[in-house]
Structure formats: C-alpha cells, structure tokens
C-alpha cells in the first residue's frame, strides 16, 4: 500500500459517542478555520450545553469536536444541523462573492474601451 492509500483511507469523519447525547466528533484533514466556524454555529443551538473543538497538534490535519447536549435531544442530530446550518452560511458567501466579483468586472471591462 502507497503513503496515498494510507491517506485516502481516513474517513473525514468519525464519531465517538459516550451516550446519545455526549459525542466526539473527529474531522480529519480539517483545522482551526473549520473548527472554530462549525463551533460557533453549534454553540448557537438552544439544545447545545456545551461545544468546544481543539486541533490536538498544529502538524495533524484533524480536528476534535466535543457536544453535549440537553433536552435529551441527540449530539449526532445537532451536529448535523450544525454543519448543514454552516454550508447554508458559505452557500451565501459564495453567492455574494460571486455577485460582487461579476459586478466589479462588468465595471472595470466598461472602463478598458
């Protein structure tokens, strides 16, 4: 087996759960940029008791993500919402970017003629 089947054969994400409701949540090839955003989004939950990540060494592509939740609700099921709630944020960020960079380019084309 090559170093790139190694690689290739993480999963992105593995769950480590203690009960339904007290998850690791570990993101592999990921880092603080993805770590503190998903963080933030998952702290904005009413069921969230608690959320915190760390990146367990700055050379490792991975982050932990621990939730604990409340209301018996399922740290998997806010999890997920957690991370559909973020690409809904980057599906706006993207669209807006795009918006403005098409807008920025139609306005600089028509001072070039």
Known sequence: ?????????????????????????????????????????????????????????PSDPLVNIRVQTRNEVAATQVFHEGTESLKSIFNIISEQFVEANNEYMDDNDDDDE
């Open 1 to 57: 087996m090559s170093n790139t089947d190694a690689i290739t054969s993480v999963p992105k994400l593995k769950v480590l759960a203690t009960n339904p409701y007290n998850a690791l949540f570990v993101l592999h090839e990921e880092d603080h940029t993805m770590g503190n955003a998903l963080r933030y989004t998952l702290a904005k939950n009413k069921n969230v008791d608690f959320v915190g990540y760390s990146v367990p060494h």
